[in-house]
């Protein structure tokens, strides 16, 4: 059977590190803020809403909220970034998606300033995470590599398999491994031979959204896997993007769902916005 990968702990670990950066950062009379901007009443993301507010007010960050409705223009939004850019209160700028029909998000996403953007999407720091010199790694992808390092995992000279070409996971975690020295093959839902691919991986990174479509008998024995995806199956049931149970039988070490990859996301959104108010001092 596979250990498996905490993400939980993991993420408590470096919350508690980050909470003790936090009170570092206030005795020299910085309080490091994240603004949070959620327009509309999407169900999904009024939860991850709050929980970004919970988890700043754990580690003493100072949160900012905007709640607006979902009849705001995007010029009435574009002001408020443009605000939240020139205000010194603030080192992390968060617009939660996704965004009303009427409004488009790019747009959204580019007026955010590059200094401010703690999800690393503004294409200044997509470009800088290509070229290996990143203002701020988006969280998720970022999440993962904290993983992979504290598993003991080296991923110099190793075959990665990345299932999932997403802007947000896919792209910048393929980016992340390559500049690890890792040997990196992208994947996606279209990728012909998928099980074989995946089957040469000593490493897979699951991405793609689909529940459970790489097959657990796919994964090479000893591999790594590391599941992004969380689908929900049922009412209540939540699945990754690998066939658990089964992949767990082959893998050295694997990322439950849920419980694994998710809790780093916000706690790398957090160290972002934390890494700000440091360039800001």
């Known amino acids: 059977m596979a250990n498996i990968i905490d993400g939980k702990a993991i993420a408590a670990k470096i919350r508690g590190e980050i909470a003790v ?10 309080k490091p803020g994240l603004a949070v901007v959620l327009v509309g009443e999407d169900p999904a993301s009024k939860v991850y809403v709050s929980m970004k507010e919970k988890a700043c007010q754990d580690v003493g960050i100072f949160s900012d909220e905007h709640k607006l409705p979902a009849t705001t223009s995007e010029k009435e939004l574009l002001d408020l970034i443009d605000r939240l850019n020139k205000d010194e209160r603030i080192h992390g700028i968060l617009v939660q998606l996704p965004l009303p029909k009427h409004i488009d998000t790019e747009k959204v996403l580019d007026a955010i300033s590059p200094f401010k953007d703690v999800d690393g999407f503004h294409p200044y720091n997509v470009g800088r995470l290509v070229v290996g010199k990143p203002v701020f790694q988006p969280c998720t992808p970022y999440g993962v590599m904290v993983m992979l390092k504290e598993a003991g995992v080296e991923l110099a000279g190793k075959e990665v398999v990345v299932v999932g070409r997403s802007n947000i996971v896919g792209k910048p975690v393929a980016f992340m491994c390559l500049q690890q020295n890792a040997t990196v093959t992208l ?8 099980a074989e691919k995946v089957g040469m991986a000593d490493v897979v990174i699951a991405a793609v959204g689909q529940p459970e479509m790489i097959k657990g008998a796919w994964i090479k024995p000893g591999a790594v896997v590391i599941d992004v995806g969380v689908n929900r199956v049922g009412e209540k049931k939540l699945v990754g993007d690998v066939e658990y149970a089964a992949a767990s039988e082959r893998a050295s070490a694997i990322t439950p769902v849920p419980g694994g990859v998710g809790p780093m996301t916000i706690t790398m959104l957090l160290y972002n916005t ?3 108010a440091k360039r800001g001092a």
């Open 274 to 276: 934390v890494e700000s």
């Open 21 to 30: 950066e936090v009170n570092r950062l206030e005795a020299k009379g910085i």
């Open 187 to 194: 994947c996606h839902s279209r990728t012909k031979n998928l």
